[in-house]
């Protein structure tokens, strides 16, 4: 069953003489976090609801705050953001929309159909206070 659920989760990219390359959902996931994260102004990732009740269970799947779908060897991804006070949000969104697309096909070589962002929060940033 667990093998079931990993050929659902995973899409070809590359079939060569070799043999075939798949790669997995949560892998995506992974590089659009990482991508995001990298962005000034991103103060965190934000993990959904179902995410954060599937995670007091035990269960543990995808990156917080990203979810990714793939069809057709086409991604769309959703990503909700805290976004640092100080920061303009379109342009942080913007930017995170960018690298986002960019890491993923760069990365991966699927073409990137879509990048969501929701801002969930503002932060604070309370390093510098006396």
Same mark, same amino acid.
């Given at each position: !069953?667990?093998?079931?659920?990993?050929?659902?989760? %995973?899409?070809?990219?590359? %079939? &060569?003489?070799v043999g075939v390359v798949k790669i997995a959902d949560d892998v995506v996931a992974v590089i659009?976090?990482?991508?995001?994260?990298?962005?000034? &102004?991103?103060?965190? !990732?934000?993990?959904?609801? &179902?995410?954060?009740? !599937?995670?007091?269970?035990?269960?543990?799947?995808?990156?917080?705050?990203? #979810?990714?779908?793939? #069809?057709? &060897?086409? +991604?769309?991804?959703?990503? %909700?953001?805290?976004? *640092?006070?100080?920061?303009?949000?379109?342009? +942080?969104?913007?930017?995170? *929309?960018?690298k986002v697309k960019s890491s993923i096909e760069t990365m991966t070589g699927l073409p990137v159909?879509?990048?969501?962002?929701? +801002?969930?929060?503002?932060?604070?940033?309370?390093?510098?206070?006396?």
């Amino acid at each position: !069953m667990a093998k079931e659920a990993a050929k659902e989760n %995973s899409h070809i990219i590359d %079939s &060569g003489k070799v043999g075939v390359v798949k790669i997995a959902d949560d892998v995506v996931a992974v590089i659009a976090a990482l991508a995001a994260r990298e962005v000034d &102004g991103v103060s965190t !990732m934000v993990p959904g609801i &179902g995410k954060t009740i !599937m995670g007091y269970v035990g269960v543990k799947k995808g990156e917080d705050g990203v #979810r990714i779908d793939i #069809r057709d &060897g086409v +991604v769309r991804a959703a990503l %909700s953001i805290n976004v *640092q006070y100080g920061f303009p949000i379109p342009e +942080v969104s913007r930017k995170v *929309q960018e690298k986002v697309k960019s890491s993923i096909e760069t990365m991966t070589g699927l073409p990137v159909a879509g990048v969501n962002i929701r +801002v969930e929060n503002i932060s604070l940033d309370t390093s510098g206070a006396s």
